[in-house]
């Protein structure tokens, strides 16, 4: 089958502008243009516009997109894979944001009763996605499934409780990690008490704390752009000061 501009659009339910788009940044060429210049789509161009779809669905960028597909040794099959594995896992999440939408409803209403932990279902999960999406390749690589696994567990049953103290950790160690990077010396007072907030925050979600996994998550967060982001944001070069001060902490 071949398609217009016009018959594609309607097809997929994706605008003759965001087509034409798409044509102009070479994520999504026609496979031809007629004799009066109208662009023709074959079986290869609709496939690769459903391979497009589903990216964006998952929040990809378009140009995050375009490396993606025209990497070398892009494998179809096994993306499909993928995109079908984080669809699921989105729809887990959305099942159970629906049902507790449903719970809390029935509990207004008098006619059932809702514990706090069920009013969180759901929000850990999504975090837990998030996680796996951004981190999950490294941090299982490094630690292994089972950490993880145990760390998801525990993310997804917090209650509002624990979730407000990991929150709470987390902002105050960030705020002394900042006092202390603008002092310059990683073994000092307030580096060190950012370092123990850092490591109580670990404990929120990782049971089996050690200093080796401290020690190991400080020299990742350097070597990773994800994680750098993360604490240069607070100044630049306080991935590093932060990296040399757990150092100091565990040693």
């Known amino acids: 089958m071949e398609y217009s501009i016009n018959e594609l659009a309607k097809l997929s339910g994706v605008s003759t502008r965001t087509l034409r788009y798409y044509n ?10 007629s004799s009066n210049e109208y662009r023709i789509y074959g079986q290869q161009e609709v496939d690769r516009l459903q391979e497009i779809l589903f990216f964006r669905e998952l929040g990809v960028g378009l140009e995050e997109i375009k490396v993606l597909l025209t990497a070398p040794g892009y494998d ?48 850990g999960q999504k975090l837990v996605d998030e996680n796996e999406k951004k981190y999950g390749d490294e941090i299982r690589s490094k630690y292994g499934d089972k950490t993880v696994d145990e ?54 979600f990782y049971p ?6 401290h020690n190991g998550l400080a020299e990742m967060y350097v070597a990773d752009e994800r994680f750098r982001a993360n604490f240069d944001k607070i100044a630049l070069g306080c991935t590093e000061f932060l990296r040399d001060a757990i150092k100091a902490y565990c040693s």
């Open 24 to 33: 102009q940044i070479g994520l999504l060429n026609p496979a031809r243009n």
């Open 76 to 123: 179809r099959k096994q993306t499909l894979k993928n995109h079908l594995h984080e669809l699921k896992q989105k729809r887990d999440r959305i099942d159970l944001l629906i049902n507790n939408v449903s719970k809390t409803m029935n509990t207004i209403e008098g006619a059932i009763e809702m514990t706090d932990k069920e009013k969180f279902e759901g929000f």
């Open 151 to 204: 760390a998801n567990q525990k993310i997804k049953g917090m209650t509002k409780a624990q979730y407000e103290k990991s929150e709470k950790l987390r902002m105050e160690f960030e705020m002394v990690l900042e006092k202390a990077f603008n002092t310059s010396n990683p073994t000092g007072e307030l580096a060190q008490k950012a370092c123990e907030l850092h490591k109580q925050w670990l404990c929120v």
């Open 208 to 213: 089996n704390y050690s200093k080796e996994y």
